[in-house]
């Protein structure tokens, strides 16, 4: 399994926006709100990080320390957006989570692009990646969440329906969302 540091070698600019201290995330209350504990990859690049955009494309949403709530209800929001999808069917037949295999949003690109975890192995840390792209197409990558951005960073992943080289060409942009 990959870690953060994996990551931060694979996109330098990451590195400015390590945390200096690791952060508390109230995991617990994010697994009882959302009804499901998450990857091990996703909670230790949260330990690092705040919510960050690459390459002016991809938000990864990450929960900050006494605002689980405000990650929950993002989640939330999203997994409603994938419940109209499902019922006009135009979720590439994958159903939302709390759904057995559903998905489970993690992030999103500035073109409307959804990324999302399957949900399908009881073990999160087993969970690969589901992307929902704007242009309607869904298509799943095996891959965890560090092993796909660094993948999709360095180019050695199969990005599918995204543009080609989104990321790769615009790899050292990196900055915090709020």
């Given at each position: 399994?990959?870690?953060p540091?994996?990551?931060?070698?694979?996109?330098?600019?990451?590195?400015?926006?390590?945390?200096?201290?690791?952060?508390?995330?109230?995991w617990?209350?994010?697994?009882?709100?959302?009804?499901?504990?998450?990857?091990?990859?996703?909670?230790?690049?949260?330990?690092?990080?705040?919510?960050?955009?690459?390459?002016?494309?991809?938000?990864?949403?990450?929960?900050?320390?006494?605002?689980?709530?405000a990650?929950?209800?993002?989640?939330?929001?999203?997994?409603?957006?994938?419940?109209?999808?499902?019922?006009?069917?135009?979720?590439?037949?994958?159903?939302?989570?709390p759904?057995?295999?559903?998905?489970?949003?993690?992030?999103q690109?500035?073109?409307?692009?959804?990324?999302?975890?399957?949900t399908?192995?009881?073990?999160?840390?087993?969970?690969?990646?589901?992307?929902?792209?704007?242009?309607?197409?869904?298509?799943?990558?095996?891959?965890?969440?560090?092993?796909?951005?660094?993948?999709?960073?360095?180019?050695?992943?199969?990005?599918?329906?995204?543009?080609?080289?989104?990321?790769?060409?615009?790899?050292?942009?990196?900055?915090?969302?709020?």
């Amino acid at each position: 399994m990959l870690t953060p540091s994996d990551l931060i070698e694979a996109l330098p600019g990451l590195s400015g926006l390590t945390l200096s201290e690791p952060k508390v995330v109230n995991w617990g209350y994010i697994a009882t709100e959302l009804g499901t504990d998450l990857p091990r990859d996703f909670k230790e690049l949260s330990l690092k990080f705040s919510a960050f955009e690459v390459g002016n494309f991809l938000r990864v949403w990450i929960p900050d320390s006494g605002h689980e709530d405000a990650y929950v209800e993002g989640v939330r929001y999203e997994l409603e957006t994938l419940s109209y999808l499902a019922e006009d069917q135009a979720s590439g037949g994958y159903a939302p989570y709390p759904n057995k295999g559903g998905l489970l949003p993690w992030g999103q690109s500035l073109d409307g692009d959804l990324f999302c975890w399957l949900t399908r192995d009881p073990d999160p840390s087993s969970w690969t990646v589901v992307i929902g792209g704007a242009n309607g197409t869904w298509w799943e990558v095996e891959a965890g969440l560090l092993k796909f951005l660094v993948g999709l960073i360095n180019g050695t992943l199969d990005t599918g329906e995204l543009p080609p080289n989104v990321i790769v060409a615009e790899s050292s942009v990196v900055s915090l969302v709020k």
